[in-house]
């Protein structure tokens, strides 16, 4: 199946720096990664959708100044946490679904998760 | 209503016990569905897509009822390795950037 990468896959910081998570997908082309955050004993929850080539759409909630996404290419979208704080630390998690051959949405496409990215900030 | 809902559990069965998880959805336009399971601080892993007609892989069986809006996941022959969370999983109707929807997960624990 397909293969998303997700990196670092752990992050320690000291609080008021800033993380950058990188989520690669290695043998498809993705339009549309999510991004999602779990705390403990939780379930996902979405954050942001990520739009090749277009600004991120957020769910409510979630900061988008403090949540920096960037896709500037088919295979590659980054989540940037800015200023971290010890209440940002979760398991952040991306996904992304394959784009069609003419670029549109495949038949029941799949979603390919990465790795996860667990960050704790002290 | 959410747009997907599933009975978060614990569902605690024995090793051998046949456990059954179901999932509403509200969009009856929606397109595919599928299972994922997720094992703790772990990413989502995909169990298996479900088809109108009903589809079986080894012990696990889905199905996809579309009047009532429910899929459902049964296992047969439960075994310890088979403990995790198990999320459903719906895609939206064809067309624009439109957000795949997870449910809560249901929480399956086998017991020796």
């Known amino acids: 199946g397909a293969v998303v990468s997700q990196h670092p896959s752990r992050v320690i910081c000291k609080s008021g720096t800033s993380v950058k998570i990188e989520c690669r997908s290695l043998?498809?082309?993705?339009?549309?990664m999510f991004w999602y955050r779990q705390f403990p004993k939780q379930s996902l929850m979405l954050m942001a959708t990520?739009?090749?080539?277009?600004?991120?759409?957020?769910e409510q909630g979630v900061e988008k100044d403090k949540f920096l996404i960037n896709h500037a290419s088919l295979t590659l979208s980054t989540l940037t946490v800015t200023s971290a704080h010890p209440e940002d630390s979760s398991f952040y998690i991306c996904?992304?679904?394959?784009?069609?051959?003419?670029?549109?949405?495949?038949?029941?496409?799949?979603?390919?998760f990465g790795s996860g990215t667990q960050l704790s900030v002290l | 209503r959410k747009e997907v809902e599933q009975d978060p559990g614990p569902f605690n069965v024995p090793e051998g016990a046949t456990v059954a998880f179901n999932c509403t959805y509200s969009?009856?336009?929606?397109?595919?569905f599928f299972w994922y399971r997720q094992d703790c601080r772990k990413e989502p892993k995909l169990l298996m897509s479900?088809?109108?007609s009903g589809n079986e892989d080894g012990r696990f069986t889905a199905q996809l009822n579309r009047a009532s809006q429910y899929i459902s996941l049964l296992i047969r022959d439960s075994k310890l390795s088979d403990s995790a969370t198990y999320l459903c999983?719906?895609?939206?109707?064809?067309?624009?950037?439109?957000?795949?929807?997870f449910g809560t997960g249901t929480k399956l624990q086998v017991i020796p």
């Open positions: 996904s992304a679904r394959e784009m069609g051959p003419t670029g549109g949405r495949l038949p029941n496409e799949k979603l390919f």
């Open positions: 043998d498809f082309q993705a339009t549309t």
């Open positions: 990520s739009n090749e080539g277009s600004k991120a759409t957020y």
């Open positions: 969009n009856s336009a929606s397109q595919s």
């Open positions: 479900v088809y109108s």
């Open positions: 999983v719906v895609n939206p109707p064809s067309g624009g950037y439109q957000k795949v929807t």
